[in-house]
Every structure is written in C-alpha cells, then in structure tokens.
C-alpha cells in the first residue's frame, strides 16, 4: 500500500464550482462576496452575531487578543501545553502567558489550576479546546465572571463540536478558528474570529486590515497587520461548510473504528470517547505511550514512517520552548502533564480522505510496531 499521509482533506463537493465562479466574476480578492456570505453562515453555525475571517488561525489569535485589549505587562492564563499561536499573540502584545497544566486523560488545560494563576495584572483567559474534547467550559466561565475577566475561546479544532449541546465557538467574549487543511472545514490557509459584541466585531475589522483609520484612508493610528481572507479562500469554505455534519461524522467513525481496533494494545493510552459534557469529535486521532513504553512519541514516528504511515508527534509546552527560555519568560516552571503529551503523544491519519483499507493498515501497523517496541 501506498504512504498514507497524516491528513488528506476532502474537497469533492461544491469547491471547484464555487472557486471557478470567482475565476469568471473576477472577484478574488478579500472584496467578494463570498467573504461576507462564508462570515455570516460560519459564525451563525456556532449562534454568534459576528464572524470576522482572516488569513488563518494564528492570526485570528493576534487579533482577538489585541481587539479585547491585551497590552504590555497584561497576563493571560492558558494551557501550557498547545500551539504556539496561543502564546504569540500574547507575547508579540507585550503581555504574559500564564500558563496551567493538562489534564492526563482529556488533554485539555486543567480548569482546576487556573484560580490560583490568577492576580491583578490577568487580564484574560484563553481557554483552548484540544484533540477533539471540550474544556470544562462551566469552571472557566464562572472563573471569567467572578473576577470579570476577558474569555477567548481558540476553537480552532473544534469545527461542529458542542460542550453541553452549545456550539463551540460560541463561548465567552470572543472565539477563535482556524481552517488549516487538518481542521474539519478547510480553506487551505484561513481563519475566523466570532462574537456576539458589535463594538469588538468592528475593532477586529479595523485590525484584519491594517487600522486605516475609518475617516481618511492611508492615515493610521496605530498598527496591527495585513490579516485579510480572499473571496477564493471564502469559495473553499462555503462548499466545505455545506457538508460539516457528515464530515463531523465521518470523523467520528475514523475514531470509532481506531478505538474498536486498537483498545486491546499494551502500551498505549487512547483518546476518552465521551466526557460527561461531550463526544470526541476526533480533531485527529491522539495516541499517547504509557510509562513503561521506553520509546518517545519521534522515535514511534520514525518507525511508523518507516512503515508507509504519516504521524504527527503532539504540541511542545509554552514553557519549553527554546525562544521564551532565551526570554526567561517561565524560568523554573515545570507542567509535567503537559511535558509527558509532549513526549509521549502522537496521532495517526485522521483526515476526512480516509479510506477503510487505510484505517485497517494504520491499525494493524500501529499494533505491529507497538509488539515490536514493548
Ligand atoms: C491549528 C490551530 C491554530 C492555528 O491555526 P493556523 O490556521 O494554523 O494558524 C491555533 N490553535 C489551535 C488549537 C490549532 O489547532
């Protein structure tokens, strides 16, 4: 069997129609339609008033942070353990990430650590949805309220996922998303920002491009970046966005038939299937080697690449990566959840091109090398 790569998107649908309607209309810039039209059907879909698309999800982070207001000295609590993203459009504000560990069996940041992270210069919380579980999202909003917080949710993962039957994306002040080829809706590059507060809405309008100032164009006030969305990125999303709940299902089978086909082999912890406030929507498929394993997640990497299978090692922690240590923006600090999945977790294919004969051969090679390795 051919290489199977980690993840091959699926763009059989309206696509092609909707990006050759561009070609012949001539609109490809962030002018077109399809921008305003993907906008309003995104952010609808997670029952907010407002999306604002931008050129990915990154970005989408940098302008959330700097539209709630993050400036020099403000701290923002968040998971150590996720994608730089995060921790950037903090840091490149001037302000600090604050960061809590991961819970060892959802991934997800521990909602329990983050009171005791809180002072008088926090400003915000990130709360940032992992691997295809939700956050606690009840601790956290409770946590905003009380000591009146900012709430930004990166649900970036998290395309169709709920917490507690509401919409991902659609909690705390302003959320996040990304459309990377790996998420469940793709635009190739591209991203989105949400929310239901008009005044944050035009601030990120502003922000996406270039803060002309609203009166006399080329005259600015301050900075922020090109962060535009093309009509073609927007022609991609709409066709994708049309087909969200089976590719949410489809999704949901690649885990069922991972979790069928692999929960009997030693040395491997496998992803909770259900929390008592959602189903795994299986973002991609996380495996994380048990203690005893005396292998690390780029040694298993190595061999199953060896073998014809794409994998992906998980995140490196905030606090271990080497430009903040060169900062010593977290000297001293230690997240040993979050320093074991770093370690220790990978994912297997789970892009939404899968097919049946491949699911069989990524199962029966992950067993293979894992009888190997034991
Ligand atoms: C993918 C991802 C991002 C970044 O999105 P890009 O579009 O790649 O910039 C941010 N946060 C999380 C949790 C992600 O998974």
Redesign the pocket.
Known sequence: MDFIPVNEPLLNGNEKKYLCECIDTGWISSEGPFVKLFEERMSSSVHRKYGIAVS??????EVAMQAIGIQEGDEVIMPAF??I??AMAVTKLGGKPVLVDSDPHTWNMSVEEIEKKITHKTKAILA???YGLPVEMDKVLALAEQYNLKLVE????MHGQTYKGKPCGSFGHIS?F???P??HVTTG???MVVTDDEELANRCRILRNLCFRQDVRYVHDEISDNYRFTNLQAAVGLAQLERLEEFVEKKRQIGKFYTENLFDVKGIQLPVPKTEYADNIY?VYGIVLNKEINCTNREITKLLASQGIGTRTFFWCMHEQPVYKKQGLFDGERYENGEYLARKGFYIPSGLALTTEQMKAVAATVRKVMREII
């Open positions: 990915n999800g990154t970005a989408a982070l996720t994608i993203s995060c940032v949805h992992l990166d649900a970036a993962e996040t990304s459309f990377y790996n998420k590059e591209g991203g973002w």
